[in-house]
Protein backbone atom coordinates (compact mmCIF):
# COMPACT_ATOMS: atom_id res chain seq x y z
CA UNK A 1 0.00 0.00 0.00
CA UNK A 2 3.00 2.49 0.92
CA UNK A 3 4.55 1.33 -2.13
CA UNK A 4 1.69 2.44 -4.01
CA UNK A 5 1.36 5.67 -2.92
CA UNK A 6 4.59 6.76 -3.07
CA UNK A 7 4.53 5.53 -7.02
CA UNK A 8 1.63 7.70 -7.46
CA UNK A 9 2.70 11.09 -5.57
CA UNK A 10 6.17 10.57 -7.22
CA UNK A 11 4.36 10.47 -10.81
CA UNK A 12 1.78 12.82 -10.00
CA UNK A 13 4.51 15.59 -9.03
CA UNK A 14 6.97 14.68 -11.40
CA UNK A 15 4.45 15.45 -14.15
CA UNK A 16 3.07 18.53 -12.48
CA UNK A 17 6.42 20.19 -12.14
CA UNK A 18 7.41 18.80 -16.12
CA UNK A 19 4.00 20.40 -17.43
CA UNK A 20 4.55 23.52 -15.08
CA UNK A 21 8.17 24.07 -16.10
CA UNK A 22 7.19 23.32 -20.37
CA UNK A 23 4.45 25.87 -19.39
CA UNK A 24 6.86 28.72 -18.26
CA UNK A 25 9.82 27.71 -21.48
CA UNK A 26 6.48 27.75 -23.94
CA UNK A 27 5.20 30.71 -22.71
CA UNK A 28 9.45 32.58 -22.51
CA UNK A 29 9.69 31.54 -26.33
CA UNK A 30 6.53 32.42 -28.05
CA UNK A 31 7.46 35.56 -29.41
CA UNK A 32 10.78 34.69 -30.82
CA UNK A 33 8.99 32.02 -32.04
CA UNK A 34 6.32 33.94 -33.77
CA UNK A 35 9.09 35.80 -35.21
CA UNK A 36 10.98 33.11 -36.52
CA UNK A 37 7.78 31.56 -38.47
CA UNK A 38 6.94 34.93 -40.18
CA UNK A 39 10.62 35.46 -41.77
CA UNK A 40 10.92 31.38 -42.75
CA UNK A 41 7.09 30.53 -43.08
CA UNK A 42 4.79 32.82 -43.86
CA UNK A 43 7.51 35.75 -46.08
CA UNK A 44 8.52 33.34 -48.36
CA UNK A 45 5.08 31.66 -48.67
CA UNK A 46 3.67 35.09 -49.38
CA UNK A 47 6.30 36.03 -51.89
CA UNK A 48 5.64 33.14 -53.75
CA UNK A 49 1.69 33.84 -53.47
CA UNK A 50 2.38 37.38 -55.15
CA UNK A 51 5.80 37.41 -57.08
CA UNK A 52 4.73 40.86 -58.36
CA UNK A 53 3.50 42.69 -55.55
CA UNK A 54 4.64 46.25 -55.25
CA UNK A 55 4.46 47.13 -51.26
CA UNK A 56 5.75 45.18 -48.81
CA UNK A 57 2.58 42.72 -47.49
CA UNK A 58 4.84 41.59 -44.34
CA UNK A 59 5.39 45.19 -43.34
CA UNK A 60 1.68 46.37 -43.85
CA UNK A 61 0.22 43.35 -41.87
CA UNK A 62 -2.65 44.13 -39.40
CA UNK A 63 -4.59 41.76 -37.30
CA UNK A 64 -8.50 41.16 -37.32
CA UNK A 65 -10.43 40.08 -34.48
CA UNK A 66 -12.34 36.63 -36.67
CA UNK A 67 -14.23 34.85 -33.64
CA UNK A 68 -12.13 35.00 -30.19
CA UNK A 69 -9.20 34.65 -32.32
CA UNK A 70 -6.97 37.48 -34.29
CA UNK A 71 -6.38 36.64 -37.92
CA UNK A 72 -3.10 38.12 -39.73
CA UNK A 73 -3.93 39.88 -42.82
CA UNK A 74 -1.13 40.59 -45.76
CA UNK A 75 -2.61 43.01 -47.98
CA UNK A 76 -0.92 42.92 -51.05
CA UNK A 77 -0.77 46.02 -54.34
CA UNK A 78 -0.60 43.31 -57.72
CA UNK A 79 1.94 44.56 -60.92
CA UNK A 80 -1.30 45.18 -62.59
CA UNK A 81 -2.77 47.44 -59.63
CA UNK A 82 -5.60 45.53 -58.36
CA UNK A 83 -5.40 44.13 -54.56
CA UNK A 84 -5.35 41.20 -52.61
CA UNK A 85 -4.82 39.78 -49.25
CA UNK A 86 -2.75 36.52 -47.78
CA UNK A 87 -4.16 34.98 -44.55
CA UNK A 88 -3.34 31.43 -42.94
CA UNK A 89 -5.37 28.76 -41.52
CA UNK A 90 -4.90 25.96 -39.85
CA UNK A 91 -6.06 22.73 -41.46
CA UNK A 92 -7.10 19.90 -38.56
CA UNK A 93 -6.39 16.31 -38.70
CA UNK A 94 -2.92 16.36 -40.65
CA UNK A 95 -0.82 12.86 -40.05
CA UNK A 96 1.68 15.00 -37.44
CA UNK A 97 -1.24 17.79 -36.36
CA UNK A 98 -2.20 21.07 -38.09
CA UNK A 99 -0.96 21.66 -41.43
CA UNK A 100 -0.74 25.45 -41.51
CA UNK A 101 -1.78 27.05 -45.17
CA UNK A 102 -1.61 30.53 -46.44
CA UNK A 103 -3.77 31.23 -49.00
CA UNK A 104 -3.81 35.06 -50.95
CA UNK A 105 -7.22 35.94 -52.57
CA UNK A 106 -8.02 38.45 -54.66
CA UNK A 107 -10.45 41.41 -53.46
CA UNK A 108 -11.98 42.15 -57.08
CA UNK A 109 -13.17 39.34 -58.29
CA UNK A 110 -12.39 36.84 -55.07
CA UNK A 111 -10.72 34.27 -56.49
CA UNK A 112 -8.06 32.46 -55.18
CA UNK A 113 -4.26 33.70 -56.36
CA UNK A 114 -2.20 31.06 -54.72
CA UNK A 115 -1.90 29.10 -51.55
CA UNK A 116 1.39 27.82 -50.14
CA UNK A 117 1.94 25.19 -46.84
CA UNK A 118 3.71 26.84 -44.35
CA UNK A 119 3.80 25.02 -40.71
CA UNK A 120 3.20 21.07 -40.91
CA UNK A 121 5.16 18.35 -39.17
CA UNK A 122 4.14 15.83 -41.79
CA UNK A 123 6.06 12.70 -42.95
CA UNK A 124 9.31 13.27 -44.88
CA UNK A 125 8.50 12.46 -48.67
CA UNK A 126 4.54 11.41 -47.93
CA UNK A 127 2.88 14.69 -46.51
CA UNK A 128 5.61 16.92 -46.72
CA UNK A 129 5.18 16.87 -50.47
CA UNK A 130 2.61 19.20 -50.06
CA UNK A 131 5.27 21.82 -49.10
CA UNK A 132 8.17 20.77 -50.93
CA UNK A 133 6.51 19.67 -54.37
CA UNK A 134 3.68 23.16 -55.59
CA UNK A 135 1.54 21.00 -57.94
CA UNK A 136 -0.68 19.65 -55.04
CA UNK A 137 -1.32 23.44 -54.07
CA UNK A 138 -1.23 24.83 -57.55
CA UNK A 139 -4.97 23.31 -57.84
CA UNK A 140 -6.41 26.08 -55.29
CA UNK A 141 -4.92 28.67 -58.03
CA UNK A 142 -7.71 30.60 -59.62
CA UNK A 143 -10.58 28.72 -58.18
CA UNK A 144 -12.87 31.14 -57.24
CA UNK A 145 -14.69 31.74 -53.42
CA UNK A 146 -17.79 29.27 -54.14
CA UNK A 147 -15.76 26.06 -55.47
CA UNK A 148 -16.10 23.35 -53.66
CA UNK A 149 -12.49 22.93 -52.65
CA UNK A 150 -12.82 19.10 -50.70
CA UNK A 151 -11.05 16.44 -52.06
CA UNK A 152 -13.04 14.50 -54.85
CA UNK A 153 -13.19 11.45 -52.46
CA UNK A 154 -15.50 14.38 -49.95
CA UNK A 155 -17.87 15.26 -53.22
CA UNK A 156 -15.25 18.17 -53.93
CA UNK A 157 -12.89 18.99 -56.75
CA UNK A 158 -9.20 18.79 -55.33
CA UNK A 159 -7.06 15.48 -56.28
CA UNK A 160 -5.30 14.20 -53.61
CA UNK A 161 -1.57 13.84 -53.59
CA UNK A 162 -1.43 9.88 -53.41
CA UNK A 163 -0.31 8.37 -50.88
CA UNK A 164 -1.12 11.21 -48.39
CA UNK A 165 -4.90 11.54 -48.46
CA UNK A 166 -4.77 12.47 -44.52
CA UNK A 167 -2.04 15.44 -45.79
CA UNK A 168 -4.28 16.12 -48.51
CA UNK A 169 -7.17 16.66 -46.50
CA UNK A 170 -6.01 18.85 -43.74
CA UNK A 171 -5.17 21.22 -46.38
CA UNK A 172 -8.51 21.12 -47.86
CA UNK A 173 -9.80 21.96 -44.53
CA UNK A 174 -7.46 24.86 -44.35
CA UNK A 175 -8.39 25.95 -47.71
CA UNK A 176 -12.71 25.51 -46.62
CA UNK A 177 -11.91 27.10 -43.37
CA UNK A 178 -9.79 30.37 -45.31
CA UNK A 179 -13.39 30.58 -47.69
CA UNK A 180 -15.52 30.82 -44.83
CA UNK A 181 -12.85 33.25 -43.39
CA UNK A 182 -12.47 35.47 -46.18
CA UNK A 183 -16.76 35.65 -46.71
CA UNK A 184 -17.02 36.76 -42.97
CA UNK A 185 -13.98 39.50 -42.78
CA UNK A 186 -14.50 40.70 -46.33
CA UNK A 187 -16.59 43.89 -44.89
CA UNK A 188 -14.21 44.58 -42.48
CA UNK A 189 -10.70 44.30 -44.64
CA UNK A 190 -12.26 46.64 -47.00
CA UNK A 191 -12.64 49.25 -44.71
CA UNK A 192 -8.72 48.46 -43.40
CA UNK A 193 -7.71 49.15 -47.49
CA UNK A 194 -9.34 52.01 -48.34
CA UNK B 1 37.49 11.00 -7.21
CA UNK B 2 38.86 12.84 -9.83
CA UNK B 3 40.48 10.29 -11.77
CA UNK B 4 37.43 8.02 -11.41
CA UNK B 5 35.35 11.31 -12.85
CA UNK B 6 37.80 11.40 -15.96
CA UNK B 7 37.58 7.98 -16.81
CA UNK B 8 33.46 8.29 -16.52
CA UNK B 9 34.08 11.33 -18.77
CA UNK B 10 36.72 9.78 -21.02
CA UNK B 11 35.55 6.48 -21.70
CA UNK B 12 32.12 7.76 -23.79
CA UNK B 13 35.15 9.53 -26.02
CA UNK B 14 36.53 6.25 -27.46
CA UNK B 15 36.04 2.82 -24.96
CA UNK B 16 31.72 3.34 -25.66
CA UNK B 17 31.55 5.72 -28.25
CA UNK B 18 27.76 5.43 -28.50
CA UNK B 19 27.47 5.43 -32.59
CA UNK B 20 30.48 3.34 -33.20
CA UNK B 21 31.67 1.30 -30.20
CA UNK B 22 28.12 0.89 -28.75
CA UNK B 23 26.05 0.66 -31.87
CA UNK B 24 23.50 2.09 -30.01
CA UNK B 25 21.16 5.52 -31.27
CA UNK B 26 21.53 4.62 -34.70
CA UNK B 27 17.75 6.40 -35.57
CA UNK B 28 19.50 10.07 -35.46
CA UNK B 29 22.96 8.68 -37.06
CA UNK B 30 21.83 7.62 -40.05
CA UNK B 31 18.83 9.95 -41.05
CA UNK B 32 20.62 13.45 -40.48
CA UNK B 33 24.04 13.68 -41.14
CA UNK B 34 23.41 14.66 -44.37
CA UNK B 35 25.63 17.79 -43.21
CA UNK B 36 28.05 18.21 -40.66
CA UNK B 37 25.99 21.21 -39.61
CA UNK B 38 22.78 18.44 -39.00
CA UNK B 39 25.15 15.97 -37.08
CA UNK B 40 26.53 18.82 -35.14
CA UNK B 41 23.00 20.39 -34.06
CA UNK B 42 21.74 17.01 -33.05
CA UNK B 43 24.56 15.90 -31.23
CA UNK B 44 24.57 19.08 -29.21
CA UNK B 45 21.00 18.70 -29.15
CA UNK B 46 21.04 15.27 -27.39
CA UNK B 47 23.53 16.41 -25.14
CA UNK B 48 22.05 19.07 -23.69
CA UNK B 49 19.20 16.20 -23.18
CA UNK B 50 21.89 13.98 -21.74
CA UNK B 51 23.39 16.05 -19.25
CA UNK B 52 20.23 17.20 -17.55
CA UNK B 53 18.59 14.12 -17.75
CA UNK B 54 21.43 12.42 -16.18
CA UNK B 55 21.49 14.70 -13.43
CA UNK B 56 17.43 14.75 -12.52
CA UNK B 57 17.75 11.09 -12.55
CA UNK B 58 20.64 10.94 -10.35
CA UNK B 59 19.43 13.43 -8.00
CA UNK B 60 16.23 11.78 -7.78
CA UNK B 61 17.15 7.87 -7.36
CA UNK B 62 16.38 7.70 -3.94
CA UNK B 63 13.09 9.23 -4.13
CA UNK B 64 11.90 7.31 -7.72
CA UNK B 65 10.38 3.62 -7.07
CA UNK B 66 11.60 1.26 -8.82
CA UNK B 67 8.38 0.12 -10.30
CA UNK B 68 7.83 2.92 -12.32
CA UNK B 69 11.29 4.20 -13.05
CA UNK B 70 10.94 3.74 -16.43
CA UNK B 71 7.59 6.03 -16.64
CA UNK B 72 9.73 8.89 -14.76
CA UNK B 73 12.75 8.99 -17.03
CA UNK B 74 10.62 8.93 -19.71
CA UNK B 75 9.04 11.86 -17.99
CA UNK B 76 12.06 13.54 -17.51
CA UNK B 77 13.81 12.88 -20.83
CA UNK B 78 10.48 13.91 -22.75
CA UNK B 79 10.57 17.65 -20.52
CA UNK B 80 13.98 18.72 -21.80
CA UNK B 81 13.83 17.19 -25.29
CA UNK B 82 10.94 19.88 -25.64
CA UNK B 83 12.70 22.36 -23.81
CA UNK B 84 15.21 21.78 -26.92
CA UNK B 85 12.63 21.69 -29.21
CA UNK B 86 11.15 25.06 -28.04
CA UNK B 87 14.00 26.95 -28.03
CA UNK B 88 15.88 25.53 -31.56
CA UNK B 89 12.19 26.86 -32.53
CA UNK B 90 13.12 30.09 -30.65
CA UNK B 91 17.02 30.36 -32.08
CA UNK B 92 17.72 28.34 -34.96
CA UNK B 93 14.88 28.10 -36.65
CA UNK B 94 16.35 26.78 -40.45
CA UNK B 95 18.12 24.01 -38.46
CA UNK B 96 14.99 22.94 -36.53
CA UNK B 97 13.22 22.62 -40.11
CA UNK B 98 16.31 20.29 -41.15
CA UNK B 99 15.82 18.26 -37.90
CA UNK B 100 12.46 18.09 -38.45
CA UNK B 101 10.68 15.43 -36.25
CA UNK B 102 14.25 13.97 -35.19
CA UNK B 103 14.26 16.40 -32.45
CA UNK B 104 11.20 15.17 -30.77
CA UNK B 105 12.27 11.66 -31.76
CA UNK B 106 15.44 12.13 -29.05
CA UNK B 107 13.25 11.18 -26.20
CA UNK B 108 13.05 7.70 -27.54
CA UNK B 109 16.93 7.55 -28.28
CA UNK B 110 17.94 4.45 -26.49
CA UNK B 111 20.89 6.18 -25.63
CA UNK B 112 19.31 9.05 -23.24
CA UNK B 113 17.26 6.09 -21.92
CA UNK B 114 20.26 4.07 -21.52
CA UNK B 115 22.28 6.39 -19.66
CA UNK B 116 19.70 6.86 -17.50
CA UNK B 117 18.98 3.21 -16.32
CA UNK B 118 22.40 1.74 -16.35
CA UNK B 119 24.59 4.17 -15.09
CA UNK B 120 22.50 7.90 -13.39
CA UNK B 121 20.36 5.99 -10.90
CA UNK B 122 23.01 4.49 -9.74
CA UNK B 123 25.59 6.97 -9.31
CA UNK B 124 26.21 10.76 -7.45
CA UNK B 125 24.84 13.35 -9.64
CA UNK B 126 28.48 15.00 -10.36
CA UNK B 127 29.94 11.72 -12.15
CA UNK B 128 25.95 11.50 -13.76
CA UNK B 129 27.17 14.87 -15.37
CA UNK B 130 30.50 13.33 -16.74
CA UNK B 131 28.95 10.62 -18.15
CA UNK B 132 26.63 12.37 -19.94
CA UNK B 133 28.81 15.32 -21.14
CA UNK B 134 31.18 12.35 -22.30
CA UNK B 135 28.31 10.49 -24.16
CA UNK B 136 27.09 13.51 -25.53
CA UNK B 137 30.37 14.85 -27.08
CA UNK B 138 31.05 11.28 -28.34
CA UNK B 139 28.03 11.25 -29.58
CA UNK B 140 28.19 14.67 -31.25
CA UNK B 141 31.96 14.65 -32.86
CA UNK B 142 30.65 10.76 -33.98
CA UNK B 143 27.96 12.32 -35.80
CA UNK B 144 30.12 15.41 -37.01
CA UNK B 145 32.41 12.87 -38.43
CA UNK B 146 29.76 10.56 -40.71
CA UNK B 147 28.79 14.33 -41.62
CA UNK B 148 32.30 15.25 -42.44
CA UNK B 149 32.22 12.15 -44.80
CA UNK B 150 28.83 12.37 -46.35
CA UNK B 151 28.68 15.46 -47.08
CA UNK B 152 32.20 15.84 -48.20
CA UNK B 153 32.02 12.91 -50.65
CA UNK B 154 28.37 13.62 -51.54
CA UNK B 155 28.18 17.75 -52.19
CA UNK B 156 31.86 18.29 -51.94
CA UNK B 157 31.32 21.02 -49.32
CA UNK B 158 31.80 20.79 -45.54
CA UNK B 159 29.38 23.17 -43.66
CA UNK B 160 30.17 23.77 -40.24
CA UNK B 161 27.33 26.36 -38.81
CA UNK B 162 24.67 28.54 -40.59
CA UNK B 163 24.19 27.04 -43.93
CA UNK B 164 27.67 28.39 -45.69
CA UNK B 165 30.52 26.13 -46.49
CA UNK B 166 33.69 26.82 -45.32
CA UNK B 167 35.44 24.75 -47.90
CA UNK B 168 34.34 23.75 -50.69
CA UNK B 169 35.27 21.58 -53.86
CA UNK B 170 35.90 23.23 -57.20
CA UNK B 171 33.50 23.22 -59.49
CA UNK B 172 35.30 20.18 -61.22
CA UNK B 173 34.24 18.21 -58.59
CA UNK B 174 31.96 15.47 -59.83
CA UNK B 175 29.41 14.88 -56.28
CA UNK B 176 29.01 11.19 -54.77
CA UNK B 177 25.44 12.01 -54.61
CA UNK B 178 24.92 8.63 -53.21
CA UNK B 179 26.08 9.51 -49.99
CA UNK B 180 24.02 12.05 -48.98
CA UNK B 181 21.02 9.25 -50.02
CA UNK B 182 20.08 6.75 -47.44
CA UNK B 183 21.92 3.38 -48.61
CA UNK B 184 25.16 6.10 -48.71
CA UNK B 185 24.18 6.57 -44.72
CA UNK B 186 24.66 2.82 -44.03
CA UNK B 187 27.81 2.28 -46.17
CA UNK B 188 29.72 5.41 -44.53
CA UNK B 189 28.98 3.71 -41.14
CA UNK B 190 30.13 0.77 -42.21
CA UNK B 191 33.10 1.68 -43.46
CA UNK B 192 33.74 3.79 -40.33
CA UNK B 193 33.09 0.97 -38.10
CA UNK B 194 35.21 -1.11 -39.72
CA UNK B 195 37.69 1.24 -39.54
CA UNK B 196 37.10 2.08 -35.52
CA UNK B 197 36.95 -2.00 -35.07
CA UNK B 198 40.80 -2.30 -37.19
CA UNK B 199 42.24 0.39 -34.98
CA UNK B 200 40.57 -0.61 -31.61
CA UNK B 201 41.63 -4.57 -32.64
CA UNK B 202 45.29 -3.62 -32.53
Known amino acids: ?194 | MAQSLAKEFTKGLWAELPPFRLVLGLCPVLAVTKTVENGIGMGVATTFVLVFSNLLVSLLRNIIPPKVRIACYIVIIATFVTIVELVMQAYTYPLFLKLGIFIPLIVVNCIVLGRAEAFASKNNPVMAIADGLGIGIGFTLSLAALGAVREFLGAGTITIWGGNPVFAMPESFQAFSFMVEAPGAFVALGLMLACMNLIGSK
Open chain 1, 1 to 194: MREMISMIVVLTALTGIAGGLLAAVKTGTEVKIEEQVLKFQKAPAIEEIFPGATNDPIMERFNLQAGDSAVQIFPAKMADGSRAIAFETKGKGGYGGDVGLMVGIKLDNDQIVAARVTTHAETPGLGARAKDDPTFVSQFTDKPLDTNLALKSDNGSIDAMSGATITSRAVTLAAIQAQNLYKNLKPEILKQMP
